[in-house]
């Protein structure tokens, strides 16, 4: 398929996540339609970069410029975001994310096992080691909430260093400050889009540093042990990012062995505080952090995201389709599952009664914006 048609379709997936949100969360809200509220914003904001695509390659801005209205930019995200953080009370709120870490927190410096922590909405949670070391310092400020910014501003710098292209990293930050989905994200102090992010900027680290598994077979299976350690959905991303390298080693059964170990056990390793804490606790315990985390979906799904991924990596080259891969995968997996949601059920129930947590629809945002900045700057340079 044509690759503008393609980027075409991760365009439409982008305002389609937004759409959806605006379209359940201004219900209520808002004396106009809520459909009205998300079809307008897909409206406008698909003009907007319909006519970037077609006009804003003519326009140069030198590198000084594009500095100054990055850095604009990221202080008025900065400021927006403390602002929201600190006017809302995340005890009002439907959204437990932020107090699964939180609570994580108050217990484990109280010296007690923290993966009985609960959040304020009564479940238990599951975050994984490397994703709990990585909120320490924003604990440690005072507002776990805090990690969204730190997050989306080091994913921004990273990716203008990571492309050597401050444009880049312009339009991708305005994008996702153009996104409702993400805003959500910051108000309600959820962690999940800043995951997506981290696992964004460590497949770009690796693509641009040439760490592939050909060359640096265990650089890699400890950056996936790694990365597992954030969030077990990452495997899409890095599904989509290595299948097709680790496919080419098929002949070699015992590098694939050995490399799937490395990475198992560097997974492994990470969790080691926690069972030599209290392994009977961690193994035994029925809200463990591994039953938490894959049971949120059916296996079906993740069966279709694993095939979805594998195939769009056969595809993936080059950061542009890597990330246009990624966001697919994932778009197309939510969109089954909502679809299957609505019918098993309703419309309704699916998106305006909790029937589906659209933040896994938002999964692919931080990646169909990385790869609509990359095609932005890819016809630029054509220009």
């Given at each position: 398929m044509n690759s503008n048609r393609v980027t075409a379709f991760v365009g439409l997936l982008f305002l389609s996540i937004n759409g959806l949100f605006l379209t359940k969360y201004a219900d209520g809200i808002t004396p106009i339609n809520s459909y009205i509220v998300g079809g307008g914003y897909m409206l406008v904001v698909g003009l907007i970069l319909a006519a970037y695509s077609k006009y804003g390659n003519r326009q140069t801005l030198s590198l000084r410029v594009e500095k100054i209205l990055l850095s604009v930019m990221l202080a008025l995200f900065t400021i927006s975001a403390l602002?929201?953080?600190?006017?809302?009370?995340?005890?009002?709120?439907?959204?437990?994310?932020?107090?699964?870490?939180?609570?994580?927190?108050?217990?484990?410096?109280?010296?007690?096992?923290?993966?009985?922590?609960?959040?304020?909405?009564?479940?238990?949670?599951?975050?994984f080691p490397?994703?709990?070391?990585?909120?320490?310092?924003?604990?440690?400020?005072?507002?776990?909430?805090?990690?969204?910014?730190?997050?989306?501003?080091?994913?921004?710098?990273?990716?203008?260093?990571?492309?050597?292209?401050?444009?880049?990293?312009?339009?991708?930050?305005?994008?996702?400050?153009?996104?409702?989905?993400?805003?959500?994200?910051?108000?309600?102090?959820?962690?999940?889009?800043?995951?997506?992010?981290?696992?964004?900027?460590?497949?770009?680290?690796?693509?641009?540093?040439?760490?592939?598994?050909?060359?640096?077979?265990y650089k890699v299976a400890i950056a996936v042990g790694v990365l597992f350690s954030t969030r077990l959905l990452v495997a899409i991303p890095l599904t989509v990012f290595l299948f097709a390298d680790f496919w080419q080693l098929r002949a070699n059964t015992k590098r694939m062995v050995t490399i799937s170990a490395v990475a198992m056990g560097i997974f492994v390793l990470t969790f080691l505080p926690f069972i030599l804490w209290d392994i009977r606790h961690l193994?035994?315990?029925?809200?463990?952090?591994?039953?938490?985390?894959?049971?949120?979906?059916?296996?079906?799904?993740?069966?279709?995201?694993?095939?979805l991924a594998a195939g769009a990596s056969l595809y993936a080259k080059g950061l542009r389709s890597i990330n246009t891969g990624i966001a697919l995968s994932l778009g197309v997996m939510m969109v089954i599952y909502l679809?299957?949601?609505?019918?098993?059920?309703?419309?309704?129930?699916?998106?305006?009664?909790?029937?589906?947590?659209?933040?896994?629809?938002?999964?692919?945002?931080?990646?169909?914006?990385?790869?609509?900045?990359?095609?932005?700057?890819d016809k630029t340079k054509k220009a």
């Open positions: 602002f929201i953080l600190h006017t809302i009370d995340p005890n009002q709120l439907k959204v437990d994310r932020w107090s699964a870490l939180h609570n994580f927190f108050v217990l484990m410096f109280d010296g007690k096992y923290p993966y009985d922590a609960v959040t304020h909405m009564g479940q238990y949670a599951s975050p490397v994703w709990i070391a990585l909120h320490i310092p924003a604990y440690l400020l005072g507002n776990v909430g805090y990690s969204q910014i730190l997050f989306f501003v080091g994913t921004v710098v990273a990716i203008g260093m990571l492309t050597k292209n401050v444009r880049v990293s312009l339009l991708f930050c305005f994008l996702m400050m153009a996104s409702p989905a993400f805003w959500y994200e910051v108000a309600v102090s959820s962690d999940f889009m800043s995951n997506m992010m981290v696992a964004a900027v460590a497949i770009a680290y690796m693509h641009t540093r040439n760490i592939q598994l050909y060359n640096n077979p193994a035994f315990l029925r809200h463990n952090p591994f039953i938490l985390q894959t049971n949120k979906m059916d296996l079906w799904l993740v069966i279709v995201g694993v095939v679809i299957v949601n609505s019918v098993e059920d309703s419309w309704n129930f699916a998106v305006f009664s909790n029937g589906i947590d659209l933040v896994y629809i938002a999964s692919a945002l931080p990646f169909a914006a990385l790869a609509l900045a990359i095609y932005a700057m």
